[in-house]
């Protein structure tokens, strides 16, 4: 597979279990996403050993602070030859375009730069709570909107909202999807969750899956059938 659609998350609690999944695996049956947990941990250190092992790296960091701040923060993702890295929707329209433009020195290697609109764990109850009235697909439309006019590669949705995306903003946006579930796995603390199949079908570029193969008894197994039931 020349593509991988499937975006592992590497949440695993112990670098050496991470290591032992990641060496049963080609970078082509998979991408890796390391994020808040495991960067913390282990740092731009663990990143380059990935990418050192040939593995395209998405760096999920989800940045949000001022223009400037965020600008320097994926310009430093970049120079850790990570293939993409995400900032904050919410953060606004200066923080992307200054994200954007500093990325541009990188030119046909810069990573693809997505940003975050409503995380996948929430609903609509959870955007009441922050005093948003919106419904949560029309929340992420406008979020998306503004981040394809900031000229960012594309965001992190939920399959739910896929479709309608697709339509309103282009197949070359790009949308990256966690809240995938295998059918009869549990949904953890995700809310807006979708299978791997049927994301797929929706027009869902790239799958991030974790729990559901890092928890796993056997991850590379259960990694493969996923891979197998997409037939991509
Ligand atoms: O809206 C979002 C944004 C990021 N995530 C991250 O994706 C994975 C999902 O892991 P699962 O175990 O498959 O639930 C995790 O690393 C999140 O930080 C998200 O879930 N939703």
Redesign the pocket.
Known sequence: MNDPKVVV?L?FGKKSEALSFIDRIEPSDARL?V??EMFTYFGPEFVKQLTGKGFDVFL?LKFHDIPNTVAKAVTAAADLGVWMVNVHASGGEQMMIKSREALSQFGSEAPLLIA?TV???MGQEDLLGLGITKTPAEQVMSLAQLTQKSGLDGV?CSAWEAEQLKLQLGKDFKLIT???RPAGSSS?D?KRIMTPQQAIDVGVDYL?????I?KAADPQAVLQQINHSLNV
């Open positions: 998350a949440d996403k994020g808040k999920d975050v995380l996948t764990s992190v966690p809240g995938i953890d995700q991030v899956i974790g729990r559901p890092t």
